[in-house]
């Protein structure tokens, strides 16, 4: 099983980015996705979230109009599209596969960081 994220770096305040979470070895259509972040000293929080089948997305307050959730199942692979890039969006992020069905496992990437500076 992985879950492999891609696409940050280091970007300008009211820049963009689009961050990548390759899943393979788990039924990928079958489990709602997330992404996460944690920035230096702080704890680790829900950013966006999109159900198994895309229907359905989620966006935390502070990237409202700014961030994109999706996703592609045939590819297997979610999407965090993140425009107008602020500071305080610097911050390693996460990609979460949530199972629909409680008696599969959940999974983690690794992340990767991005950094909003001038």
């Known amino acids: 099983v992985q879950l492999v994220e891609s696409g940050g770096g280091l970007v300008q305040p009211g820049g963009s980015l689009r961050l990548s979470c390759a899943a393979s070895?788990?039924?990928?259509?079958?489990?709602?996705m997330s992404w996460y972040r944690q920035a230096p000293g702080k704890e680790r929080e829900l950013v966006a979230a999109i159900t198994s089948d895309g229907g359905s997305t989620t966006l935390e307050d502070s990237v409202q109009g700014r961030f994109t959730i999706s996703r592609d199942n045939a590819k297997n692979t979610v999407y965090l599209q993140m425009n107008s890039l602020k500071p305080e969006d610097t911050a390693v992020y996460y990609c979460y596969a949530q199972p629909v069905h409680s008696y599969d496992m959940d999974y983690w990437g690794k992340g990767t960081l991005v950094t909003v500076s001038s």
């Open positions: 070895g788990f039924t990928f259509r079958s489990y709602h």
